[in-house]
């Protein structure tokens, strides 16, 4: 069994998102896993060398829940302007 499981709570330790947790939602290889990071909406490629594995675990279809791990805060809904006629 390895270590990188889909839902895995990481810290990535090299790019962009350097020290700010991830969390791996699927697992492509055993070189490369898919990652959802705080600052990118969208899922990106990682290389597992450039992460740090944690000892928490969430669903990794529960968006609700892997936004609060990795700190992301919802967007409180706007109100629609109504314009002149």
């Known amino acids: 069994m390895t270590l990188l499981e889909e839902g895995r ?3 990535k330790k090299a ?3 350097a020290g700010s ?4 939602t699927k697992v492509i290889d055993e070189r490369f896993v ?3 990071a705080p600052h990118r909406p969208k899922e990106r490629k990682c290389n ?3 992460l740090e594995i944690l000892n928490e675990k ?7 829940q892997i936004n609060k791990i990795i700190g992301v805060k919802e967007r409180p ?3 629609t302007k109504k314009g002149k006629a």
């Open 34 to 36: 898919n990652i959802i």
């Open 58 to 64: 969430v669903d990794p279809k529960d968006r609700v």
């Open 9 to 11: 709570v990481c810290i």
């Open 21 to 24: 947790k991830v969390v791996v």
């Open 15 to 17: 790019g962009r998102d």
């Open 48 to 50: 597992v060398s450039h």
């Open 77 to 79: 809904e706007t109100t």
